[in-house]
């Protein structure tokens, strides 16, 4: 790393309360600079603790042992570790907190402790009654594709943001939810340089070089580029009158009552903020789409998670949802032999409780 950059590292998911002196102990293993006085905790315009923030090192060795420490636990909670820059720092530390200049009042709010899977429906309908501009609910990922358990979400006026902040510490399904006020500065402070970031990751454990679609959101619109060129099994042909649909995970989500206009795109969306390893729209003995389709995941903890999604609507239609996968299951241990039978007989559904 150059001089200038410094040895930094940016942490995310620390508790709320969290002090210097569990920072430290948390990177006991690394000398921090200035004596290990060189924490800087970001806060939010409230002046409440944001829970991320930037430690600069002494060196490249501490600056590696650190990085190391991405996702152990603090308490209860799992930390992030990211390399960063002083750069990336100086910026973070200058446009966030109550001093922000950038404060003007733009109707966002940011949300903290989302349940796992959380959907962008389920933050509407918590929002039910105050007006969410259309595609304004944004949820970040990590370099995993996994949801961060934040949202930002921008509201049609600063007065409607307002009344949404009253909603801090009420509760989606069993977890209180965490509501700051935001501004579009927020969101490319916490979003948009962990996207740059990703690319200097060490490869998650669903990344596959070469091979399928990896597990991670700098991908995706690449991704999605190659599957309509036809990337799946690398010839193109993705039906040819019937189901040739063979998993390669073993964790798979059969979708039925498609729009007949669906797209893999309209399907990752559909299921964001899930990242599935693959769609397979799928194809009549005409040629054309029949409105089912089967979506691979990386994990059955994954696929069991996108079945939160059965029976919401995709455009003007609801879409049904069959789960086919178990823990532990091996890759393509069904494969096509039970995903070619769907459209004659459905296989159990994912009852909930």
Known sequence: MADGEGFVVRVRGLPWSCSVDEVQRFFSECK????GTSIHFTYT??????????VEFESEEDLKIAVKKDRETMGHRYVEVFKSNSVEMDWVLKHTGPNCPDTGG????????????????????????????????????DFQG????????QFASQDIAEKALKKHK??????????????RAEVRTHYEPQRKVMGMQR??????????????????????????????GGDGRYGDGSSSFQSTTGHCVHMRGLPYR??????????????PVRVHLEIGPDGRVTGEADVEFATHEDAVAAMSKDKANMQHRYVELFLNSTAGGGSGGYGGQMMGGMGKSSPSRLLHQ
């Open 106 to 141: 733009d109707g966002l709010v940011r949300l903290r402790g989302l349940p796992f899977g959380c959907s962008k429906e389920e933050i509407v309908q918590f929002f039910a009654g105050l007006e969410i501009v259309p595609n304004g609910i944004t949820l970040p990922v």
């Open 32 to 35: 921090i600079a200035n004596n």
């Open 262 to 275: 669906a797209t893999e795109t309209d399907i990752y969306n559909f299921f964001s903020p899930l990242n």
């Open 203 to 232: 490869p998650g454990p669903y990344d596959r070089p070469g091979g399928g679609r990896g597990y991670n959101s700098m991908g995706r619109g690449v991704s999605f580029e190659r599957m309509r060129r036809g990337g799946y």
């Open 146 to 153: 996994r949801s961060t358990g934040e949202a930002f979400v």
């Open 170 to 183: 009420e509760r989606i399904g069993h977890r209180y939810i965490e509501i700051f006020k935001s501004s």
């Open 45 to 54: 315009r409230e002046g409440r603790p944001s829970g991320e923030a930037f």
